[in-house]
């Protein structure tokens, strides 16, 4: 079986991250492709307060920091390069990548998920002209200013409450009459002095003139529309899997298009693996996504003696 790699895993976040590093100790000959710089959503937290180990809070980029030179030091290869796709011939998987076609018996997709958008007018025109989906990348750009977080899930009170801590003025609107979020993190968000819920309320549309000057917000429940006066608009409504580099795989996905895997990560397709915020998981934190990772390189390396009539039965 001649190919270029072991294992090759598709991004550098913390489930791909934590993959390479437990492949790599396994010996495997292993490859890790980031279109960006490692360290994934861990890159941009502001301070993470619930990753085992660390009781102090720790910024996310120092935690990515630890990943990446932990993977390394086992012996993984990281390489800047973007995966366009992902074929299956025979018992081999090829990659096509702006680095040229890769070959591997054993693939990890660790692509994590991206941002979703509210979809309102005026979102595409001020995006970074105060609408944003980072509140630690952008948030101080609007220090003391009145600011609007739309979302209520773990990720917009987790913001919300960081952008508290930079305005008195943060209003939080959210669709419905309750936090999806955590107890614990909706609990904190709604007692901040700094944070008005506005339960009902959607963001419609986004004025201004050259930046960001107001929202148009409907209370859902009364049918009422109003406009409010902030200068920041920042939306965090959830994710949507980044699963292009499959395409041409017949993987099985969930209705809302996140990777099945069983519970060794692997797909329906022998040797593909999936693992972190692309894959189908009842719930989505740095923690599960490293022992995703951990799982995933101990089970291609399983399959790779399988392969090789090496497995230990
Ligand atoms: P999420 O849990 O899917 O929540 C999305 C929120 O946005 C929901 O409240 C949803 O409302 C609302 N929403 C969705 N579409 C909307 C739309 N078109 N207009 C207005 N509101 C809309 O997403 P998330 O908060 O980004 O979290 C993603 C995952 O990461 C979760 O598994 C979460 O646990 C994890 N996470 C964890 C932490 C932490 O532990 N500290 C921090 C961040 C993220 P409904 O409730 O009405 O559906």
Redesign the pocket.
Same mark, same amino acid.
């Given at each position: 079986m001649e190919a270029d790699r072991d294992v090759i895993i598709i991004g550098a976040g913390a489930a791909g991250l934590t993959a390479a590093q437990y492949a790599a100790r396994a010996n495997l000959n292993t490859l890790l492709l980031e279109e960006l710089a490692p360290g994934g959503q861990c890159l941009i937290i502001d301070n993470l307060e619930?990753y085992p180990g660390f009781p102090d809070p720790l910024p996310g980029i120092e935690l990515s920091q630890k990943f990446e030179e932990q993977a390394r030091n086992f012996g993984a290869e990281i390489l800047t390069s973007s995966v366009q796709s992902v074929s299956k011939h025979g018992k081999l998987f090829t990659l096509d990548t702006d680095s040229g076609p890769l070959t591997a018996p054993t693939v990890i997709v660790a692509t994590g998920a991206k941002h979703?958008k509210?979809g309102i007018p005026g979102e595409e025109q001020f995006s970074g002209r105060g609408v944003s989906y980072c509140a630690t990348c952008d948030g101080p750009f609007f220090k003391g200013k009145r600011m609007l977080v &739309?979302? *209520? *899930?773990? +990720? +917009?009170c987790?913001e919300a409450m960081f952008l508290a801590k930079l305005t008195d003025q943060v209003i939080m609107v959210? @669709? @419905?009459d309750r $936090? @999806? &979020? !955590?107890r614990a993190?909706a609990e904190r968000t709604l007692k901040n002095p700094n944070i008005e819920v506005r339960w009902n309320t959607?963001a419609k549309a986004i004025k201004g003139d050259g930046k960001v000057e107001g929202v148009v917000l409907l209370r859902n429940d009364k049918n009422e529309t109003y406009e409010e006066k902030v200068e920041a608009v920042f939306v $965090?409504? *959830?994710?949507i899997p980044q699963t292009q580099v499959v395409k041409n795989l017949e993987v099985k996905m969930d209705e809302a298009g996140y990777i099945v895997t069983n519970q060794r990560m692997e797909t329906n397709i022998p040797g593909l693996y999936a693992v972190g915020d692309v894959r189908a998981t009842p $719930? @989505? !934190?740095l923690v599960v996504a490293a022992g995703e990772g951990a799982i995933a390189a101990h089970a291609a390396a399983q399959h790779i003696d399988e392969l090789k009539g090496e497995a230990y039965v």
């Open positions: 619930n979703k509210l &739309a979302g *209520g *899930g773990d +990720a +917009a987790d959210h @669709r @419905r $936090f @999806r &979020a !955590q993190l959607e $965090f409504i *959830g994710s $719930f @989505r !934190q």
